[in-house]
């Protein structure tokens, strides 16, 4: 998700009687149910961060939904909402509603994020800006699969797997994680969340403030929210942004594979850098010798881990989250210096360690399970590990390598949410060209979809992130000018690089 580029990137209608039935994510569906009417703002809980050049206030409140779209009038939880509101009221045209990936990571403290990295002002005085945790995060009800610090699944992502043996022992950790998932849901709410009920709580939320229609701004996982949000709810969306995408409603296995389409084509960029600086990093004179620098370090990684604990598949996921954006790459460089010489490798680098998150894994695994049935058949996924083994050799062998999902006890509630492309033409689609995680066919795969109701922007820049966070001047003027004064290209642009 943005922002957060650790390792743990590393989540309608009513029954009658005792009915047992699946309600389809439909296009035009409504929020069933009578919205709350208004909110209660306060001061948000101490651990909602504003950064101290962050002016504006921020407060929080609590907006009621059904934990089961199903039965509304049932069991009921609570979204906690951050706002950042407009102070030009002549200026103000509604609410933007914000969602920065994951799933899984809190979103509460996102109005304050953008507006610390220069969103423009006339985005702030056009909107009250919406933060929030989604259900299962934080302050959202939130849901635990019981992991320890010490579990040896530590990431969403799986582990790089050099081999089959490899991926068995991943299967087995896998169905572990799994199993303890299910025996520690015992309030039944892990079913629960998926991208199409977090779309219904978005529209519940804007109708809670207010607010005849909603803008939204999604990035990473957020653009699929958005994609569903803007299906399932036509008329109550207006101006839609969606930000490195990863290309569906949902994040599917092809979706988690093309992780690895994303590091090959964002890697050579590190590897130009690096190759510049070969007389300060060591690291290699060419981008090519730069690449077989770090294929030699993970596989000697893979014979032999460093006494602090660094093995290959670790030393994979590190540089993988290190290419997000770069800006990192400096202490990349740093990091694969400290190990090319194991002599003088310290015996312990907490930086390099995965800090597990309990919650935040636990959302993310019960939302892409959720959402799409998964292969439950290991050897798919020894098939899929070796053949992208060989197409994608930075990565492949860790993105097609098996999750929790090909184990989850909970069979998903309703299909994946369809792309809707009937509507008014007010999905803009962000696209940064190298992306290690979202790449541009994650981008041209929602435009085809969303066909006459979006525009795409493609943008010749490396990391993950493009509006405000990318810092290209193309990118921030066009998607400013749609948010303010709704002003869409009339084409798919490309904006190049600076």
């Given at each position: 998700m943005l922002r957060r580029t650790g390792m743990a990137l590393v989540g309608t209608l009513g029954l009658v009687g005792t009915l047992v039935a699946v309600i389809p994510a439909t296009a035009g569906e409504s929020a069933a149910g009578k919205p709350a009417a208004g909110l209660t703002w306060a001061a948000c809980p101490d651990d909602v961060v504003v950064p101290p050049t962050v002016q504006l206030p921020v407060q929080c409140a609590k907006v009621p939904v059904p934990l089961d779209y199903r039965d509304p009038g049932g069991t009921q939880i609570e979204i906690m909402v951050s706002r950042i509101a407009s102070t030009k009221p002549e200026k103000r045209r509604g609410v933007l509603m914000l969602n920065p990936g994951g799933p899984g990571g809190t979103g509460l403290d996102q109005p304050g994020f953008l507006v610390s990295k220069g969103l423009p002002t006339g985005v702030t005085d056009a909107y009250d800006l919406i933060g929030m945790d989604t259900r299962g995060v934080g302050h959202s009800a939130p849901v635990s699969c019981g992991l320890t610090a010490d579990d040896p699944y530590w990431a969403n992502i799986p582990p790089y797997a050099p081999d089959d043996a490899a991926v068995?022992?991943?299967?087995?950790?896998?169905?572990?994680?799994?199993?303890?998932?299910?025996?520690?849901?015992?309030?039944?709410?892990?079913?629960?969340l998926s991208t199409a009920n977090m779309a219904r709580d978005l529209d519940r939320i804007r109708a809670a403030l207010g607010e005849k229609k909603g803008n939204y701004y999604g990035a990473s996982y957020g653009s699929a929210l958005g994609a569903?949000?803007?299906?399932m709810f036509p008329a109550t969306t207006d101006r839609v942004v969606l930000d490195s995408i990863v290309g569906d409603t949902h994040l599917d296995r092809a979706g988690l594979r093309r992780f690895a389409l994303g590091m090959e084509q964002t890697f050579p960029d590190f590897a130009e850098w690096a190759a510049a600086r070969h007389?300060?990093?060591?690291?290699?004179?060419t981008p090519q010798q730069v690449r077989r620098t770090y294929l030699a370090l993970a596989e000697r990684l893979?014979?032999?881990?460093?006494?602090?604990?660094?093995?290959?598949?670790?030393?994979?996921?590190?540089?993988?989250?290190?290419?997000?954006?770069?800006?990192?790459?400096?202490?990349?460089a740093q990091i694969w210096q400290t190990y090319l010489n194991?002599?003088?490798?310290?015996q312990a680098k907490a930086a390099a360690a995965p800090n597990p998150q309990d919650n935040a894994l636990t959302v993310f695994l019960a939302v892409t399970c959720n959402d799409v049935e998964w292969p439950e058949d290991v050897d798919t996924y020894r098939r899929a590990v070796a053949q992208d083994r060989e197409r994608f050799p930075l990565f492949g062998a860790a993105s097609a390598n098996i999750t929790p999902c090909a184990f989850w006890k909970?069979?998903?509630?309703?299909?994946?949410?369809?792309?809707?492309?009937?509507?008014?033409?007010?999905?803009?689609?962000?696209?940064?060209?190298?992306?290690?995680?979202?790449?541009?066919?994650?981008?041209?795969?929602?435009?085809?979809?969303?066909?006459?109701?979006?525009?795409l922007v493609a943008v010749n820049e490396s990391g993950h992130g493009v509006y405000v966070l990318g810092g290209n001047a193309c990118a921030l003027n066009l998607t400013t000018s749609y948010l303010v004064d709704g002003k869409m290209p009339a084409g798919d642009r490309t904006c190049r690089r600076g």
């Open positions: 068995t022992r991943q299967a087995e950790i896998a169905k572990d994680v799994a199993e303890r998932c299910a025996a520690n849901d015992t309030e039944g709410r892990l079913r629960h569903a949000y803007t299906s007389e300060s990093y060591g690291l290699g004179r893979d014979k032999k881990p460093t006494p602090d604990g660094l093995t290959g598949p670790l030393f994979r996921q590190i540089t993988f989250g290190f290419l997000y954006n770069e800006i990192q790459y400096p202490s990349l194991p002599g003088e490798a310290p909970q069979e998903p509630v309703e299909p994946p949410v369809a792309v809707n492309d009937k509507g008014s033409r007010n999905v803009l689609i962000l696209q940064n060209r190298h992306d290690p995680v979202t790449p541009l066919a994650g981008g041209k795969l929602l435009r085809e979809k969303f066909e006459k109701r979006s525009r």
